[in-house]
């Protein structure tokens, strides 16, 4: 069994900064893209920035010189740091992973249950 658990939403002011985390646990085999999706009330969920195993990445163009993804491969740890936040950054962020459990021949997306960041003054 697999898990991802994120950490790290909350209520900032806009031009803030926050940083999310999130960490994947159980019956590992390989973790190969993560990656941070939101979703805000009465929309689909979007994706915001994802990250291969060996670093490469890719940004939403809306938050492309605010965010920064990073991943850490032992830990099977990745984040999100947001800086200059915006109130259409309102959202639930999930965390999602493409992970070949141990002992099976193909991997899975998993997700996140969410973690709610709301941006207001």
């Known amino acids: 069994q697999v898990q991802l658990v994120e950490s790290g939403g909350g209520l900032v002011q806009p031009g803030d900064a926050l940083r999310l985390s999130c960490a994947a646990s159980g019956s590992i085999g390989v973790i190969y893209n993560m990656g941070w999706y939101r979703q805000a009330p009465g929309t689909q969920r979007e994706l915001v920035a994802t990250?291969?195993?060996?670093?490469?990445?890719n940004y939403e163009d809306a938050v492309k010189d605010r965010f920064t993804i990073s991943r850490d491969n032992v830990k099977n740890t990745v984040s999100l740091q947001m800086n200059s936040l915006k109130p259409e950054d309102t959202a639930v962020y999930y965390c999602n992973g493409f992970i070949r459990p141990m002992g099976r021949p193909t991997g899975y997306p998993y997700w996140g249950q969410g973690t709610q960041v709301t941006v207001s003054s």
């Open positions: 990250i291969t195993r060996s670093g490469g990445t």
